[in-house]
């Protein structure tokens, strides 16, 4: 049974940070594409960032400079570091994983605001 669990969400101020991790168990990790999607609300959901099994990494233009994706195969997890948050950055995160089909964690919420 695959699970992508998502933590690290929460409510931070502009300028602000979190890390996101997403802890995977039931596929082979190592051998994954990882990455992190968000939804605002009535928006569709989009591509934030993404990491390869062999660790290049892909970034929206609206993320470049701000967040940074890295992976950890020992202990199964991806994270996304999140800097100079702004309140467009409000969503919902959802880790996803790919090597012959997806899947998809449950989503944690992420909410910029003063």
């Known amino acids: 049974q695959v699970q992508l669990v998502e933590s690290g969400g929460g409510l931070v101020q502009p300028g602000g940070s979190l890390r996101l991790s997403c802890a995977a168990s039931g596929i082979i990790f190592s051998a994954s594409a990882m990455g992190w999607y968000r939804q605002a609300p009535g928006k569709q959901r989009e591509l934030v960032a993404t990491i390869t099994s062999g660790g290049s990494k892909t970034y929206a233009d609206s993320v470049k400079g701000r967040f940074t994706i890295s992976r950890d195969n020992a202990k199964n997890t991806v994270y996304l570091q999140m800097d100079s948050l702004k309140s467009e950055d409000t969503a919902v995160y959802y880790c996803?994983?790919?090597?012959?089909?997806?899947?998809w964690g449950q989503g944690t919420q992420v909410t910029v605001s003063s």
């Open positions: 996803h994983a790919r090597r012959v089909i997806s899947h």
